[in-house]
T-cell receptor
Framework: EAEVAQSPRYKITEKSQAVAFWCDPI?????LYWYRQILGQGPELLVQ????????DSQLPKDRFSAERLKGVDSTLKIQPAELGDSAMYLC???????????FGSGTRLTVV | GIQVEQSPPDLILQEGANSTLRCNFS?????LQWFHQNPWGQLINLFY???GTKQNGRLSATTVATERYSLLYISSSQTTDSGVYFC?????????????FGKGTLLTVNP
């Protein structure tokens, strides 16, 4: 069964350092999403790509977060500088155009110390 | 934005029992999905069900879009069903297929 690949699985970083997460969606899925999940809450959308274009980044803290999907395939989410409040699970998902069933990756659990 | 409320927030069952989880939403939707998050954090898509009824083994789901709710049924529960169940809804606007998640129902199935 096709999967969404994410790395790293866990990341511990110090406050003010830079950190990056990588996601490889299911082949053929044009839409890619980055969600952030704080402990005890549901995931919230950070950014959505349609192919290589950003469709929605209204909830992305653009002063410190950036995301790219240069060739419309895999994607990188970067935080610089990291803050204590960024500690969370970062989830990548993909879907076919039309927003049908999402497939999520295993996530990256970030701890900022 | 659209509001999603899930109930109950917590549910404890004995293995073999049946349960119903509810999701209410505040606006019309054309995208509704149920997910199970296991103890390791993996979100598994259970159903894509913007309307109607679907069944997959011991799980089934019904969405009544006109009344703005969806139900997830779990029959003959097993310990492996434990975890958090999320309802997520969305409405398409152009190419935006953003999902808004509820806070989830934490299910614990005891042996």
């Amino acid at each position: 069964e096709a999967e969404v690949a994410q790395s790293p699985r866990y990341k511990i970083t110090e406050k003010s350092q830079a950190v990056a997460f990588w996601c490889d969606p299911i082949s053929g899925h044009a839409t890619l999403y980055w969600y952030r999940q704080i402990l005890g809450q549901g995931p919230e959308l950070l950014v959505q790509f349609q192919d290589e274009s950003v469709v929605d980044d209204s909830q992305l803290p653009k002063d410190r977060f950036s995301a790219e999907r240069l060739k419309g395939v895999d994607s990188t989410l970067k935080i610089q500088p990291a803050e204590l409040g960024d500690s969370a699970m970062y989830l990548c998902a993909s879907s076919r155009t039309g927003g049908g069933g999402y497939t999520f990756g295993s996530g990256t659990r970030l701890t900022v110390v | 934005g659209i509001q999603v409320e899930q109930s109950p927030p917590d549910l404890i069952l004995q293995e073999g029992a049946n349960s119903t989880l509810r999701c209410n939403f505040s606006d019309s939707v054309n995208n509704l999905q149920w997910f199970h998050q296991n103890p390791w954090g993996q979100l598994i898509n259970l159903f894509y069900i913007p309307s109607g009824t679907k069944q997959n083994g011991r799980l089934s789901a019904t969405t009544v879009a006109t009344e703005r709710y969806s139900l997830l049924y779990i029959s003959s529960s097993q310990t492996t069903d434990s975890g958090v169940y999320f309802c997520a809804v969305g409405s398409s606007g152009g190419s935006n297929y953003k999902l808004t998640f509820g806070k989830g129902t934490l299910l614990t199935v005891n042996p």
